[in-house]
């Protein structure tokens, strides 16, 4: 008969029970209580339950949670308050694990209610056995919420709320059980495949991070990895935080802090991650009550990354807000304050940065709501729009040029916005009207500023150009833009006239003039006046140069975007130009010339060359010229422009070389760096200048006192931070970031031009402007590959902020190589030959004569319909007639050419499989394609398709032996030599990362000791053999060529040392290399330094070995027995890890020969010291690299120890080379006490670390042997010199003695002064 449940006396009994202090008979009471509770209701149950782990005896537990089991097998509804009762029993391990097993069987089909107390029992009572059991069942727990996704703010339902208590439960769980947090991290962190993760293995790692700063650190590297390696996606997260609201409110901080950790990760994958998840807390915020905070939250975190100062955490910060923008713009306007503050910190961001903080102000500025006037959203848009209207005016009112440029970016912004093509779909037809009249009205008033502020204008032009080349801006603003650029690009253009007078400049003086570089003939109509316009009284019509560039670039642009071609505007490409007659630069007129008409004639070939480079960038951009009607003439055009920018550039170099101080420019056309940067960096550079000349007159009082009236402040604008081309490389240092500040970047598709080689009649034409090409390409790549390793936190604003073009990735200048590739082996092969001749005629008639008397070409492409005439190039000049000399530009082509090579295949991202279509392009254009090209004058099309991986290792090896067939050995050059070997070397090393098989291995291997041969060659090569370098186009006339004194090692360094690491590291046996060497060569070097040509004298039988160079030598040996101790030391930590599988005497054998050879290497390279007492550079490198080596040997000790732990009677060979050690680290000691002797200051700054791995590598081999169960003998070393003398202190002797002297006659002044004072 049950009991009634309105009866409140069982309730009453059961209180009563809890009060007594004592039971008689708990077994009695214990049963009665088991028995009656099935018949009694639920609270009653619940109450006996509660009361139970009260009177249980220890005896009677096992058959009280039996009873409790069977009990809920019937009662399921018991479960929960039964388990918490078990929990609260003290019984055996069996007991609770039968418990476990049982709620383990019963957990899929528990009522979701009781899932978080059931998950919370689990994880609490989880052992070794069924610890994965646990974790996989959690795993795969269902979720609780709804799949259809809530509107943010809605109400949280019960589901919700059951998820949220379920977070809490395993929160709980996994702070009581350290093994399910273990088994929970291993088993996520084994995972690789994005299908295999769920949402709750993001739940449990968050509920990880509040475990301690350990598990924190471990939780957010993983899941960096994660997303680093693509194990996981973002749908991942979408999985985990949509339509669960209830987890999303109880992990909050977790999901907000692991947002952040993301997008602080400086890799593009965390980034990405770290972005959609802040996006999703912003949007999917909930309950109604939370809402609001939680997003501000967000933003919080967010102005966080945007103060960070680290370019990569700024941009995606903003990139979150634009998403935010674009759809949650009603959202984002609730919390206008913060989208305020941005406007108030615009000093330290990039050009991109800005872009996106105006993009994401005018978004919100524009965007129109459904809301009345009155309401909050709409006061905060009003009131945000007249704070950024109130700024772009300060802005463009500025004086400065990076204020100017703040404000250009934000017009443009705004204008983009008012007049888009795809707007509000809320807004009406009549504010769409008005919207694009305002923008029109807003670009008209920036128009206006090329009157008083013409660079300002050029940066306009520059920001509109960008803008209608990524397509946003609308129709109706690209024709208004279309019209009022080309009327500004024609006001600067006047009638095509042969006869040119003079034109006067200030005074009295004159420049003649004459027509320059007519490719038009004589039907052409136009010129372009730079002479007349400098020469003008009208000082706006002079400063309207400044912005000459950038109008072009901008009308060409609009041209394409408006008709397709850029036909409408071919006649600029062949125009002729009005510059000074080239009389006035030959060297003894340009010494003759006042200050003003040098400055006239520096700025004229200074527009003249930033006119050719924007013409080029043009068409190389908008056309394809193999596509187009008239492609050849197109493409013949395009190279003799080349041809006429090389003698450009050679001419100005030429002109500013002669002159006794840096010209004052008087037009820096272009709108990237500020004029007061550049003037520093010209005082600098002046200031260094006038140390080095002596007698040289001061260049401040060359400068013309009248300068004020022909350069503004506006106008004083340079293009951006370029490097100056190689050739360039002869000019005095205070003069270099002049030229480098004022050239305009070439775009990397100019380099499709290098296609046009062999379709030109005659190749030679071609080559000056190949080489030409080539010499941009290596400066551009350089720049990019810098970048690219630079460190996330190094990227600043002042770093990244540079002209429109200049900053391109390594892949976007490879994507505009890859269509030329089947042309570069042709090129390269030709010019090897060429060069090959030349040294021949070199031999027989002398350097001076080569490349002279060679008849200078215009370039003529097959099929065009007009053969061109020799006046389209620049005559009259020896300069200009060297820039195109075909023998000289040879060894350009191959100079630049092979370091593009190197650098390119020496780049990370190259191996990278995502990367690897490049790769492919690459052993196609230079593998087995290039050696049967070589004779025919068609290039082979170079196929994107993939290889497989053995194609792809025989190509590599291919290309080596195309690279190998260009070296000249003795013959050539010598840094050209270094660079192929280079690049084979970097093929090799592409060649190891892709899986092969034993026969491409004996290949590759094969392909190494080639490389390893040719460069202990090319160091055993007599100095006499190596030729003369060819001299750069741009070189001075008359200035000395450039030759390496001391037979050709004297000052290469560099070079010694690159080869000798390629001898070394390539070699099979490096080891063996260097003993032989060390023993050999280095030990015949003069122990006693020497100077004048005793210095030089080489040792046999290697010219670049002698005592000057010893110390190279040595360095580079040093850094490869780094390297090779550093391989080992992997070796040996990955066996004790465990990494390579189970462990073999024959690895652990390998592993002690490896040590052997290692050791006796060490030795003899610290025994060389004792042979150069006085050569401290020696002593301080092997300090240096010394204690790094021995801290590799260091990480090995752990295993060495824990082998012979296990097998002691095999110690003897550990011992005989850790003996060799041993003798090296004595030398070190020794050098250490010598260097503080003797104060060196460069030892002695090394001796405290050096001193402390020492003492750290003797504790670790004593502990070694005391595995083994060695006796070792310690003792205190005495103390000598590297001569073997003992030396009885450290301190010198007559150093003691002169302190006791100083002390004594301390102590007797000390005496006199107390007599006197006691008389």
Request: with cysteine.
């Amino acid at each position: 008969m049950e009991v009634d449940s309105t009866d409140a006396l069982p309730q009453l009994v059961l209180g009563s029970l809890r009060w007594l202090d004592e039971v008689v008979r708990p077994h009695e009471l214990t049963e009665t209580l088991l028995e009656v509770m099935p018949k009694c209701y639920r609270p009653v149950q619940q109450g006996i339950l509660e009361l139970l782990p009260e009177l249980v005896v220890e005896q009677d537990c096992e058959a009280v949670i039996a009873a409790l089991v069977r009990m809920t097998e019937k009662h399921s509804a018991l479960l929960v308050p039964a388990l918490e009762a078990i929990s609260n029993l003290s019984s055996q391990e069996a007991g609770q694990a039968q418990v476990t097993e049982l709620v383990l069987q019963r957990f899929q089909a528990a009522e979701t209610a009781d899932v978080p107390a059931l998950l919370r029992f689990l994880l609490q009572h989880v052992d070794s056995q069924n610890a994965s059991q646990v974790v996989e069942l959690l795993r795969s727990m269902p979720s609780f919420a709804l799949s259809k996704q809530q509107a943010p703010g809605q109400e949280q339902t019960e589901e919700e709320d059951v998820e949220e208590a379920a977070i809490e439960a395993m929160r709980t769980g996994l702070q009581c059980s350290h093994l399910a947090a273990d088994t929970v991290f291993s088993q996520i962190r084994s995972l690789t495949d994005p299908e295999q993760h769920v949402s709750i293995d993001l739940w449990l790692l968050l509920l990880l991070v509040g475990l301690g700063a350990k598990r924190s650190e471990a939780v957010h590297k993983l899941l960096r990895k994660k997303f680093t390696e693509g194990h996981v996606d973002n749908t991942w997260l979408d999985k985990a935080v949509i339509s669960h609201q209830g987890a999303v409110q109880g992990l909050f901080p977790g999901l907000l802090g692991l947002a952040g950790q993301l997008v602080q990760a400086g890799q593009a994958g965390p980034q990405a991650a770290g972005t959609h998840l802040y996006t999703l807390l912003f949007t999917c915020c909930s309950p109604a009550d939370t809402a609001a905070q939680h997003r501000q939250e967000v933003l919080a975190g967010l102005h966080g990354h945007l103060g960070s100062g680290q370019a990569g955490e700024v941009s995606t910060a903003l990139h979150v807000l634009l998403a935010l923008t674009h759809s949650h713009a009603a959202l984002l306007l609730d919390h206008a304050d913060f989208v305020s503050a941005l406007l108030d910190c615009l000093d330290n961001l990039t050009q991109a940065q800005l872009h996106q903080v105006f993009e994401v102000v005018s978004e919100l500025v524009v965007f129109s709501s459904s809301d009345s006037s009155e309401s909050q959203a709409e006061q905060n848009r009003q009131r945000l729009g007249k704070q950024l209207e109130g700024l772009l005016h300060k802005q463009m009112q500025s004086e400065e040029v990076q204020s100017q440029r703040v404000g250009i970016i934000g017009t443009i912004k705004l204008v983009e916005r008012l007049a888009h093509p795809s707007p509000t779909p809320t807004a009406h037809p009549a504010a769409l009207d008005q919207r694009s009249k305002e923008a029109e009205q807003l670009l008209a008033r920036s128009f206006d500023a090329k009157q008083h502020k013409p660079a300002m204008f050029a940066l306009l032009c520059d920001e509109l150009t960008d803008a209608v080349t990524s397509g946003r801006l609308a129709e109706p603003i690209r024709a208004w833009l279309s019209l009022a650029a080309t009327e500004e690009l024609e006001m600067f253009l006047d009638d095509c006239s042969h006869d040119l007078p003079a034109v006067q400049c200030k005074g009295s003086e004159s420049v003649a003039g004459g027509s320059w570089m007519n490719m038009n003939g004589i039907a052409g109509q136009v010129m372009l006046p730079l002479l007349k316009i400098l020469a003008s009284p009208d000082q706006l019509h002079r400063q309207s140069l400044a912005y000459l560039c950038a109008v072009t670039r901008l009308a060409l642009t609009l041209e394409f975007h408006t008709l397709g071609n850029l036909d409408g505007l071919s006649a600029i490409l062949g125009c002729p130009l009005h510059m000074p007659h080239i009389d006035l630069m030959q060297s003894e007129a340009v010494l003759g010339l006042s200050t003003e008409q040098q400055s006239l004639v520096c700025t004229s070939l200074l527009l003249a060359i930033n006119w050719l480079r924007e013409l080029l960038n043009a068409w190389a951009r908008h056309v394809q010229p193999t596509e187009c009607i008239g492609g050849a003439e197109v493409q013949q055009n395009l190279l003799v422009r080349l041809q006429n920018l090389s003698q450009l550039e050679a001419l100005l170099a030429h002109v500013i070389a002669l002159l006794p101080s840096s010209p004052c420019l008087q037009v820096l056309a272009g709108p990237h760096t500020p004029a007061q940067a550049q003037t520093k960096n010209q005082k600098k550079g002046r200031a260094k200048e006038a140390k080095k000349s002596k007698g040289a007159p001061s260049e401040e009082s060359s400068e013309p006192a009248e300068d004020q009236e022909n350069v503004g402040d506006n106008a004083a604008v340079s293009v951006g931070p370029h490097r100056a081309p190689a050739g360039h490389s002869h000019l005095p240092l205070s003069r270099l970031p002049e030229v480098q500040g004022q050239l305009r970047p070439l775009d990397a598709r100019v380099l499709r031009l290098l296609g046009q080689v062999q379709a030109t009649a005659l190749p030679q034409a071609a080559l000056a402007p190949a080489a030409f090409l080539l010499e941009q390409l290596q400066v551009q790549l350089v720049e990019a590959l810098t970048r690219a390793r630079r460190p996330a936190f190094l990227n600043s604003a002042a770093s990244q902020d540079a002209s429109t073009g200049a900053h391109q990735t390594p892949q976007q200048i490879w994507g505009g190589l890859q269509s030329t590739l089947p042309a570069l082996p042709t090129l390269l092969t030709m010019c090897n030959a060429r060069q090959s001749s030349a040294a021949h005629t070199e031999g027989q008639e002398g350097v001076s004569q080569v490349g002279k008397g060679e008849e200078v070409v215009v370039a003529c492409v097959e099929g065009a319909s007009q053969d061109p005439t020799p006046d389209l190039l620049i005559t009259g000049h020896p300069i200009v007639r060297a820039a195109l000399a075909s023998t000289p530009a040879a060894a350009r082509v191959m100079q630049h050419g092979l370091h593009c090579i190197q650098q390119l295949t020496a780049a990370e991202w190259l191996k990278q499989p995502e990367h690897r279509v490049l790769l492919y392009a690459f052993l196609r254009a230079f593998g087995k394609d290039a050696t049967s090209s070589q004779d025919s004058h068609q290039s082979p099309p170079v196929s994107a398709c993939a290889m497989k991986s053995h194609e792809a290792i025989q190509g590599c090896l291919q290309a080596c032996h195309y690279f190998r067939a260009l070296s000249k050995r003795a013959l050539g050059p010598l840094d050209q030599e270094v660079s192929l070997l280079h690049i084979q070397a970097n093929l090799i090393s592409i060649a190891e990362t892709i899986p092969g098989t034993s026969s491409t291995r004996e290949d590759l291997c094969q392909a190494k000791e080639a490389i390893s041969r040719a460069a202990e060659e090319a160091l055993q090569q007599g100095s006499e053999s190596q030729p003369q370098e060819s001299s750069s186009p741009l070189q001075v006339q008359g200035a000395d060529p450039p030759t390496r004194s001391g037979g050709g090692w004297k000052g290469q360094q560099g070079v010694i040392g690159d080869l000798v690491h390629l001898w070394v590291a390539w070699s099979s046996q490096p080891c063996q290399t260097m003993l032989r060497l060390l023993q050999g060569a280095l030990a015949q070097v003069p122990s006693q330094p020497v100077t004048g040509k005793k210095a030089h004298e080489p040792v046999a039988p290697y010219p670049g070995l002698s005592g000057s160079s010893v110390h190279i030598w040595y360095k580079a040996l040093s850094q490869e027995l780094l390297l090779q101790w550093a391989t080992h030391a992997a070796g040996v930590v990955a066996m004790h890890k465990g990494r390579q599988g189970p462990l073999q005497e024959e690895a652990v054998d390998s592993a002690l020969e490896q040590l052997r050879q290692c050791g006796k290497v060490f030795s003899s390279l610290l025994l060389l010291n004792k042979a150069h007492l006085k050569r401290m550079q020696m002593h301080a490198q092997a300090l240096r690299f010394g204690s790094k080596v021995i801290q590799h040997c260091l990480r090995t000790l752990p295993f060495w120890e824990a082998w012979y732990s296990a097998h002691p009677n095999q110690v003897e060979p550990f011992s005989k080379a850790i003996k060799d050690v041993q003798s090296g680290t004595r030398i070190l000691y020794v050098i250490c006490a010598e260097g503080k002797a003797n104060k060196n200051i460069t030892i002695a700054n090394l001796v405290v670390g050096s001193k402390h791995v020492l003492e750290e590598f003797r504790v670790g081999v004593t502990a070694v042997m005391l595995a083994a169960k060695q006796h070792i003998l310690q003792g205190n070393l005495k103390h000598k010199d590297l001569t073997g003398q003992e030396v009885s202190s450290q301190v010198p002797f007559t150093q003691i003695l002169s302190d006791d002297d100083e002390d004594d006659n301390e102590q007797q002044g000390r005496r006199q002064e107390a007599g006197s004072d006691t008389e």
